[in-house]
Every structure is written in C-alpha cells, then in structure tokens.
C-alpha cells in the first residue's frame, strides 16, 4: 500500500489547475452509457481511480469506454446487461447511479445494494421512493436491488429526505425521468452544481428538463437520447481543497478554473476566517496575511456549506486565534479525521454532530492514516502546515478522488513524496 511522506513547513506559491468535477463525471459517464445512443465524448475528466471504477461497471454493464488524456469516449450498446454486481458496486457507492438509467432503458435493473462506508450509513430509501413514483416495482433480496417497469410513468414527487435533498437521488430519478412517458416534477431536488451540470448534458442528449439549478425540476420525458459531446465543469471541492492548501501553509497561489458562483459557502466562511480571495475571471487568488480566525460552520445541501469540505476547513480552524464549532448535518458521523488531526496536535473535542476545534499555534508531524477521501485530503494538508514529517497511509482513498495530489502540490513548493510501504 502506498504512503505519502509530507514534509512541512512549506509555503505554497504559485498556480494550482483545478481538474473536471468528480461527482459531475460519474452520473454524467452513466447517463452517456445507459441512456443516450450512440457515442458521447466528455472533455475535462479527472483521471481518477472513481472514474475507473465506474469504467468497470459500465463496461461490465456493455459500453465501450475510453480516457484518453482528458477526454472520456463512451460507446453506448444496444445490448445492455441489466445487472451489477457485487463485486463493482462495492468498491463505489455511485454505482448506485446505474439503477434509474436501467429501469428507464431496459425495463429491469438487478443492481448491488450499496454498503456503508466511513462517512456513516448512507442509505437509498429517497432512491427506490422516486423510482417507485415513477412506477418501477422495487425489491430488496439477498443484497440486491431489483426494480422492473414496462414504461416509467412520469409524476410528481417530493425527494426531501430526513437531511434535507439528496444528490444521489435527484441524479438518480432525473436520469430515469427523461425517458419516462409523460412529466416528472421533482420538489426538493439537489441543487449541486453537479447536478446542474448533469441536467445540461442531459439536455444537450435531446432530453427536456426546465428549473435547472432550482429546487424543483420538471422534466418532460421523451422516446430517445443520442449521445454528444460536453465539458465537464470544474471540481468545486478539490479547488476548495487547494484554498485551504493555500491559506494554511500561509501561501500565495492562485487556484485556477473555478469560478465564486461553484463555492459560495466555502468562500463566505474562509473570507471569515481571514483568507483573503481576490477572484478574476479565470480563478481566485489566495492569501493569508493575518491570524486565522475562527468560524462556527453548519454543513448543507447546496448552497449551504458543502460536507465534503468539512474536513478540510477543521484543519485550517486547528491553527485559529480562538474556538470554532463545526456541526455536520449532512453525514452525522463524518468525523473520524477529527483524531487523526489531534495526534498532529490539534484540539478537535466531539460532541454528537459537533466538532468543537480550539485553536493551536502548531501542529507536529505524525503518522496518519486516512479513512476517506476528504479526510485524506486534510491529512496532507495539515502535514503541508506541520513541522516535521507527517505520514499519510490509505493513500488509495485520496486517489479516487484527487487527480495526481502530490504533483499538483509540489509544483508550488510542497515537499511530498509517495512510497510503497
Ligand atoms: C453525494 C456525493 C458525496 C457528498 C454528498 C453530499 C457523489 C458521488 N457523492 O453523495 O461526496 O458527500 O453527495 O453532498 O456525488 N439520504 C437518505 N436517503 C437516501 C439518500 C440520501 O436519507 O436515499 C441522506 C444521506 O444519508 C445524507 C443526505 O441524505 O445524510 C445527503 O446524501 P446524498 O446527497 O444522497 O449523498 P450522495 O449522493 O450519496
């Protein structure tokens, strides 16, 4: 298993390219497999072990794929296997997304019940309710999902769950609506740019689906989808992740490829703590020439303070002038970075959903281990902060989700070398 060694004390300075979004890439390859005849071919793909997961089970399912530098070439068949297994589904809980296309293209899915993962339970209730709306027969036996219906059948639904809207869900049901016969109208869908950019590409396939970026899509189902060519939009978090590489090494560097509308939340709160952003049209400049303050933050669907960030910004509020609390409402148990970080030498208490984080002047090296990507993620960011060496193990899941993390960062001055254990 492979390890990143992080030496720290270094200053990041210079530019730092955002890559194509991660969770815009995935429902977007399932929809060009499954849904759309013919070939699309999708530009700005991260290369990610996410992707080629997703490859595997789309491959496993009958398309054809490619990634040829950053460009993706899906080959849909008219073949369709109408099964994933276990054995795929397992390694990525997106393979979930397959579930709708399937029922909506071929009239029956058998598809892996996704398991737990490090973030907490997760479950797919919202899924089978927006599917079963539409009117698929939903099954659950011997670990599998099944779901059958001659013709989806177009209706209104409200997806709200008990955390609010669901990405996966709104992603899920919206693929399958577009062939549905008849007009879905979804209240309470996810408002992720992800999901904006999904519906754009959907649009661009021949689908009819209106109230984009708004809390209520209505879309008209039509007979046929072909496929067609499309840019992804750029990955909201990893350039997140880059700001905060920025401020906590105390940096000057300039993330490229993102725009303020992607990241509203996070730069409302990291302007709060200090970091100064000054944006043009092409990205954003980050520096930290004051303390940095702390922050209360509360996680939420789109636009609020995205989950994924969470970790990230509790490394940087560990070196803060004060106290800041952190509330995670969307993945209640999304914290196990949290003692990672106080063996660094942070003072992270928990207390159910809320991380109460008192401000440290210094972190030291340590071995860490991540647990999942973001938490990954802060890991390496904390070492970039640290004195001493901080090794970072589990690196595979910093992989699925962050294209070449160690060159991208040493380009503007980190020390961080990757090692075969
Ligand atoms: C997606 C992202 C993930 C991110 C999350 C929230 C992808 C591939 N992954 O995950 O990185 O952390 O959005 O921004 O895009 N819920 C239910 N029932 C359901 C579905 C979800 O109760 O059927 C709950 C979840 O447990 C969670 C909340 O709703 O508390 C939001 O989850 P959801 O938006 O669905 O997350 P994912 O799509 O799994």
Redesign the pocket.
């Known amino acids: 298993m492979e390890k990143l060694i992080v030496k720290g004390g270094t200053r990041l300075k210079g530019t730092i390219p955002v890559s194509g979004c991660k969770?815009a890439v995935?429902p977007i390859a399932v929809a060009a497999s499954i849904l759309g005849d013919g070939v699309s071919v999708l530009h700005n793909v991260p290369n990610l072990t996410d992707v080629k997961t997703l490859q595997a089970v789309l491959e496993g399912l009958g398309a054809t794929i490619k990634l040829k530098n950053s460009t993706l070439y899906i080959e849909s068949i008219n073949h369709l296997e109408y099964e994933a297994p276990y054995d795929l589904v397992r390694k990525m809980?997106?393979s979930i997304y397959v579930l709708g296309p399937l029922v909506a293209k071929l009239g029956r899915a058998k598809v892996s019940f996704p398991g737990g993962c490090a973030?907490?339970?997760?479950?797919?209730?919202?899924?089978i309710r927006g599917l079963e709306g539409l009117g698929a027969e939903v099954n659950v036996e011997e670990g599998y999902i099944y779901a059958q219906a001659e013709r989806l059948v177009g209706t209104e639904m409200n997806l709200i769950?008990?955390?609010?809207?669901?990405?996966?869900?709104t992603a899920n049901v919206m693929m399958a609506a577009t062939l549905a016969q008849g007009t879905t109208v979804i209240h309470g869908a996810?408002r992720?740019p992800?999901i904006s950019d999904l519906a754009h590409f959907l649009n661009a396939m021949g689908a009819d689906i209106e109230g984009i970026g708004t809390p209520t899509l209505t879309i008209r189902g039509v007979k046929q989808l072909r496929g067609t060519e499309h840019t992804v939009i750029s990955d909201d978090i990893e350039a997140g992740t880059f700001i905060v590489a920025g401020a906590i090494t105390r940096g000057d560097v300039y993330v490229e490829g993102i725009t303020p509308e992607q990241i509203p939340a996070i730069s409302e709160k990291l302007v709060e703590a200090g970091v100064e952003l000054d944006w043009d049209a092409n990205g954003v400049r980050v520096t930290t020439p004051h303390e940095i303050q702390p922050v209360d933050i509360t996680t939420a669907?789109f636009p609020g303070f995205?989950?994924?960030m969470q970790a990230q910004i509790m490394g940087l509020l560990c070196l803060a002038s004060g106290t800041s609390v952190i509330t995670e409402n969307?993945?209640t148990d999304r914290f196990i970075h949290a003692a990672e970080l106080n063996r660094m030498g942070a003072n992270i208490a928990l207390d159910g959903s809320k991380a109460i984080i008192k401000g440290t002047r210094n972190l030291s090296g340590a071995p860490v281990m991540a647990s999942d990507l973001r938490a990954g993620a802060v890991l390496v960011a904390a070492g970039m902060a640290a004195t001493g060496e901080t090794v970072v193990s589990r690196v595979y899941h910093i992989d699925r989700g962050y294209e070449s993390i160690e060159k991208k960062l040493n380009d503007v001055g980190a020390n961080i070398t990757r090692v075969n254990e």
């Open positions: 969770n995935l809980r997106a973030i907490g339970p997760r479950p797919i209730d919202l899924h769950g008990q955390h609010g809207p669901s990405v996966g869900a996810a992720e992800h669907p995205p989950t994924d969307v993945h």
